[in-house]
């Protein structure tokens, strides 16, 4: 009966139905996310910021938004903000 272990499951999100109702990733208060899974892209990004995952801001793994976008922890979220007054502003978080 227990031919899996419990780490197979530490991925496991329980969400409720209450949120399915509404969509957030189509509100417009909502920026697009988007998950960064390829190092070699992520490394880039530490090179050109001169910064490591310790000195990014986070977003946690229990986010509604995160939880949507199936983020693990150690990835990376890129948040593209549009704004009319400064245009498009693109923003980049560690899940923890």
């Known amino acids: 009966m227990n031919k899996y272990k419990k780490n197979y499951f530490r991925n496991c999100i329980i ?3 209450d ?4 969509n ?3 509100h417009y208060l909502v920026p697009k996310h988007e998950v960064i899974y390829d190092n070699k892209e992520i490394d880039k990004l ?3 910021f001169n910064m ?3 000195q990014m801001p986070i977003i946690t793994r229990k986010d509604n938004i995160a939880k949507l976008i199936r983020i ?3 990835d990376i979220c890129k948040i593209t903000r ?3 007054k400064s245009g ?3 923003y980049y978080r560690y899940c923890r």
């Not at 949120?19 to 509404?22: A, E, K, L, R």
Request: overall charge negative.
């Open 15 to 17: 969400m409720g139905l």
């Open 72 to 74: 693990n922890t150690g």
């Open 82 to 84: 549009i704004s009319k």
């Open 88 to 90: 498009e502003n693109i």
């Open 46 to 48: 530490y090179e050109k």
């Open 52 to 54: 490591n995952n310790n």
């Open 24 to 26: 957030l990733l189509e």
């Open 19 to 22: 949120m399915f109702q509404v």
